[in-house]
Nanobody, 121 residues
Framework: QVQLVESGGGLVQAGGSLRLSCAVS????????MGWFRQAPGKEREFVTK????????SYSNSVKGRFTISRDNAKNTVYLQMNNLKPEDTAVYYC??????????????WGQGTQVTVSS
């Protein structure tokens, strides 16, 4: 089991940018597909994006495609989420997620504690 620690959340105006980071403990980071989910107040947690173990493939929800970019640095055990052109509807707690030995992120095996992103209009 790995530990995931998110950072980089905060308050930003609409149209602005933020970069989230997720630092992962352990020596098997490259064995994990990584991704981000988010949960807005009163709503269910939803998938945002994922990146496969090698970093060769990414996928995004339609709501963030073209604005968000996920990347990973396997040497630093860190995954990043660059968020551009933020909208008020992006306001949510963002969670880092991981799943071992799979290129899927269905039913992640590990979660971070979450970081708040608030976008003001």
């Amino acid at each position: 089991q790995v530990q995931l620690v998110e950072s980089g959340g905060g308050l930003v105006q609409a149209g602005g940018s933020l970069r989230l980071s997720c630092a992962v403990s352990g020596r098997t980071f490259s064995s994990y597909t990584m991704g981000w989910f988010r949960q807005a107040p009163g709503k269910e947690r939803e998938f945002v994006t994922k990146i496969t173990r090698s970093g060769g493939r990414t996928s995004y929800s339609n709501s963030v495609k073209g604005r968000f970019t996920i990347s990973r640095d396997n040497a630093k055990n860190t995954v990043y989420l660059q968020m551009n052109n933020l909208k008020p509807e992006d306001t949510a707690v963002y969670y880092c997620a991981a799943k071992v030995a799979s290129d899927s992120l269905l039913s992640p095996t590990s979660w971070g504690q979450g970081t708040q992103v608030t976008v003001s209009s």
